[in-house]
């Protein structure tokens, strides 16, 4: 079922899902695909990664993506809803202000949920090796999918 990405179903079932498949091209025509985090902005869907992330280098090159979503947390899990968009990596370091509002929502999406917030107690006493871990990665941003289309597919 092809839809306009601003349809209402296509907003819900973003929202019901908590991970998403970006698929790239690299500048040689090789395919790159990875599940990310992200948050759903304003009609604008915003993963973070680092800039050496192969996803983050194809988009340079080759904007078109495809985005996978698979509404993990909804009733309808016989479907899988394929956006294709054109995205842009924007850097924390050239955007710092207005990179900010996606990272808090991010942090809200996933750990001031009560499954994250119980998750985070629970790894506690890893929490100083996920801050080193999150210090050694320089580079960072956000890459900003704006959807063209949406579809809904059944899942294999």
Known sequence: MIC?????????????????????????????FIPLWFVFHHGKVYMATRAQNPVARDITVNPGV???FHGDRGPRRDRVLRIRGQ????????EPGALRSIQLRAMQRYYLTPG????TLKNIRKLPVWNRYHQERTGGGLIEVTPESAEFLRAP
């Open 4 to 32: 306009p990405p601003d349809d209402r179903l296509v907003r819900l079932f973003i929202k019901r899902s908590m991970i998403v498949r970006i698929a790239t091209l690299s500048p040689k025509g090789n395919a790159d």
């Open 66 to 68: 495809v985005l996978l």
């Open 116 to 119: 994250g917030a119980w998750d």
């Open 87 to 94: 995205a842009v990596f924007r850097s924390f370091e050239a």
